[in-house]
């Protein structure tokens, strides 16, 4: 089955550092890749997506490239900002008719950015 | 204009209590979804739609049951809840295959 694993946190970093977080996919087929990030008190927003190898999904100075020879999806972004702070999700659909469509999370990554 | 939106937003009941919570969506989607979050965050899908039909159903206890009158709407009705019900259910919405929209979620206490 499909399955989505993401690198566990919780990751804490200073202001305007670097960010990472990896994640890889295992599916069948041609999946779409998402990622969706989750505030505190709050429900799950798209952040970005990429729904074919090569792309790069963008947005919010965040990006992920769809990595089909790695089988990868890592989310970047070159300064982070205490605003950033959230528990970001790894998630694929099949992006084919299986009939079993749903979307697959990875289990979460909660980012702490201190000033 | 909410996209998604699902009521209660908090909910605390006793052991044994029946409940329901509500969702709605107005974006046209043919697919909702419910999911529930646990305290680590974890995000695991319970059941999913397609045009009232149901697709997914994963593996839950039959105390739960959803129902969808309609394309919009998905309820989760759950009877005799437990301790271990208590989390964050989600409900959600999509076009077949494309990125599903969140409501706010309804956490769930059962004491």
């Known amino acids: 089955g499909n399955s989505v694993t993401q690198m566990e946190g919780p990751v804490t970093l200073s202001e305007e550092a670097f960010l990472t977080i990896n994640c890889t996919y295992t599916?069948?087929?041609?999946?779409?890749l998402f990622w969706y990030v989750q505030y505190p008190g709050e429900g799950l927003q798209l952040l970005l997506k990429a729904t074919k190898a090569d792309d790069k999904g963008s947005n919010k100075g965040f990006e992920a490239t769809y990595r089909k020879e790695t089988t990868s999806f890592h989310l970047e972004k070159g300064s982070v900002q205490v605003s950033d702070s959230a528990v970001y999700f790894c998630?694929?659909?099949?992006?084919?008719?299986?009939?079993?469509?749903?979307?697959?999370f990875g289990t979460g990554t909660r980012l702490t950015i201190i000033p | 204009d909410t996209a998604v939106s699902q009521t209660p937003k908090y909910l605390v009941t006793q052991m044994g209590n029946d409940k329901s919570i509500k969702c709605e969506q107005n974006?046209?989607?043919?697919?909702m979804y419910w999911y529930k979050q646990d305290s680590k965050k974890f995000l695991k899908i319970m059941f999913s739609?397609?045009?009232?039909?149901?697709?997914i159903n994963e593996t839950v206890p039959n105390r739960f049951s959803p129902k969808s009158p309609d394309k919009a709407h998905l309820n989760l009705h759950i009877n005799s809840l437990e301790l271990g019900d208590s989390a964050v259910y989600f409900c959600a919405s999509s076009r077949l295959n494309t990125e599903a929209f969140f409501g706010q979620g309804t956490r769930l206490t059962v004491v």
């Open positions: 974006l046209g989607h043919d697919t």
């Open positions: 599916a069948t087929g041609y999946p779409s």
């Open positions: 998630a694929l659909s099949p992006g084919s008719n299986f009939g079993n469509e749903k979307l697959t």
């Open positions: 739609y397609n045009n009232k039909e149901l697709i």
